[in-house]
């Protein structure tokens, strides 16, 4: 469900609380471990609803460092790809700045792939434990940057969290801003 839309320079910014698995989009991103092993959250909803393609494409990349993005098909679901973000576990250390990396990248390998709608969970702010408040800060501030600064194929960036939580800061930093952005 949609609960908020925002221009940024003739591109979109959603709002949407839902199942991101559901997405109809170029890219979904997902909130990965280094190891790329889709167990728990919302990588293994991404893995179980996709199909094993996903895991199996992930294990012959191996490894993805903090604050980097990897990518694979989207095997059964409704995108063309899978964007695996690695963000940062609470209490390792720099983590603001991994965090920005770690959306960054996620959106400049979209940029790379052509894609022109991309589903984005708030990576890090669940089973890493990064706090719902300062992470949804970080990655709503990436988002509008680049949108605002390096989208050229990327129109619409959908925030996408299956908790109405997460969803609530997102909203309170979209009725922050006082007009749509051009």
């Not at 988002?143 to 050229?152: E, S, T, W």
């Amino acid at each position: 469900m949609e609960l908020a839309k925002k221009r940024i320079n003739n591109k979109t910014l959603t709002v949407v609380l839902g199942d991101i698995t559901e997405e109809e989009v170029d890219a979904i991103v997902n909130a990965a471990n280094s190891y790329l092993k889709h167990g728990g959250g919302v990588a293994g909803a991404i893995v179980r609803k996709g199909g094993k393609v996903i895991q199996e494409e992930s294990d012959k990349i191996g490894y993805c460092p903090v604050g980097s993005a990897v990518y694979t098909s989207a095997g059964n679901l409704k995108a063309k790809y899978v964007i695996h973000a690695v963000g940062p576990q609470w209490g390792e250390g720099n983590e603001d700045e991994k965090l920005k990396s770690a959306v960054l990248s996620a959106l400049k390998l979209a940029e790379e792939l052509k894609c022109e709608k991309v589903a984005l969970p708030a990576i890090s702010t669940g089973i890493f434990g990064f706090p719902k408040d300062r992470g949804t800060k970080i990655i709503f501030d990436t988002c509008i940057d680049f949108l605002k600064n390096q989208a050229r194929s990327v129109k619409e960036i959908r925030l996408c969290n299956i908790d109405k939580e997460t969803c609530d800061y997102f909203l309170k930093y979209v009725n922050e801003l006082q007009e749509d952005l051009r």
